[in-house]
């Protein structure tokens, strides 16, 4: 199945309330009032267990962390993304290609080892199972050799993040040394190649100058902007989270920001709670649209989570917080998971160019 299919699919469930016992709730309709709404389904597009397992020594059954297979449940997550995290240092001289495979392996041994997983590239939904997608984040060592890249997007990656913390061949990173580059001719190239393959790049990690000249390549191909994990600069002034002019523009490209639970992304401190999280997704959406805002945990990431927000079970809180504050159930169920899945099913349009062979 196309991920255009299996988006339909996983949109299918999401839209299935009878299945649940209730009925679905209108725009108009006040905020619950003690539960008798049906959980808001959550697609998270930046969960990083992979690298927990495949670094850190983390038990494939993911019994322990953020996003361990309880909290999931309890979250009631309906997507996840696993992102094949190329760390800088993975070893001297930085990450290979080969490397990738192997992390890439470990993904498929997590979802393997975890039943409620459906197996990446699956052509169905399924009401209780997690559907599971891939990214790349820190692609620096495709740098050898962009044509590469081919065959991790036929395998089902898709979305991809040039680099990490530190500046690549490719591009410069939001928090490297400053840089007098954005994107490389090399990174352009591989850009153009990721989109023309039908997988979108990842802005998160892009320094603004990069962010910048990715927008005329995105264009080009009818590409949406996205930020898997980023939050809203002017509110918590970081080099990682995004100005309100880049808010604009993935609004008006039909991208999307995800929410990114790190409490110095979320208030600019070591310590937010829930309301803090409730004031970044309020100026999101003021500022790019409430169909331009997603989650991008960023769960076992390092991170450090607002209290009410400790793991993924807590998702329910933030949606019920949300609702709560006025906004309208259908406009949570967009940023907890219709907005992401739009994103996911991203195709470039028939007779678009093929991959440029440079």
């Not at 591009?171 to 990721?194: K, N």
Request: aromatic share 4%; charged share 20%.
């Amino acid at each position: 199945m196309s991920a255009g299919g299996r988006v339909r699919a996983l949109l299918a469930v999401t839209c299935a309330a009878g299945a649940l016992g209730a009925p679905r709730p209108t725009r108009g309709d006040p905020p619950g009032d003690g539960g008798r709404e049906l959980p808001v389904q959550v697609v998270d597009l930046h969960v990083d267990v992979p690298w927990q397992v495949h670094f850190k020594g983390r038990d494939a059954r993911l019994d322990e962390g953020h996003a361990r297979r309880e909290a999931l449940a309890a979250g009631h997550y309906l997507g996840i993304v696993l992102p094949i995290y190329l760390p800088d240092r993975a070893r001297a001289g930085g990450p290979q290609i080969e490397d990738a495979e192997a992390i890439l392996g470990t993904i498929e041994a997590i979802v393997a080892a975890n039943p409620v997983f459906l197996p990446l590239g699956a052509g169905r939904a399924e009401p209780g199972k997690i559907s599971t997608f891939l990214s790349i984040e820190g692609a620096g060592a495709f740098a050898a050799d962009i044509a590469q890249i081919d065959r991790f997007i036929a395998r089902g990656v898709r979305l991809i993040s040039p680099n990490h913390a530190k500046h690549t061949r490719l591009s410069s990173s939001a928090t490297g040394a400053p840089a007098a580059f954005g994107l490389t001719e090399l990174g352009a190239r591989f850009c153009e190649r990721v989109y023309a393959q039908g997988a979108l790049i990842d802005v998160s990690h892009l320094s603004d100058a990069a962010f910048a000249d990715l927008v005329p390549i995105a264009a080009a191909h009818g590409a949406p902007i996205v930020a898997t994990h980023s939050n809203a600069r002017a509110v918590a002034d970081r080099p990682r989270n995004l100005t309100d002019e880049q808010l604009r523009i993935i609004g008006r490209t039909g991208g999307v920001a995800g929410l990114n639970f790190h409490a110095p992304f979320v208030n600019g401190t070591p310590k937010a709670d829930l309301d803090d999280v409730v004031a970044q997704v309020a100026h999101m959406v003021r500022v790019a649209g409430v169909d331009h805002v997603a989650i991008g945990s960023d769960f076992d990431g390092g991170i450090l989570p607002p209290k009410g927000l400790e793991d993924a079970s807590a998702l329910p809180a933030l949606a019920a917080r949300l609702r709560q504050r006025g906004m309208a159930r259908e406009d949570v169920e967009k940023i907890f998971s219709r907005n992401a899945l739009r994103i996911l099913g991203w195709r470039p349009a028939a007779g678009g160019a093929a991959p440029p062979q440079r």
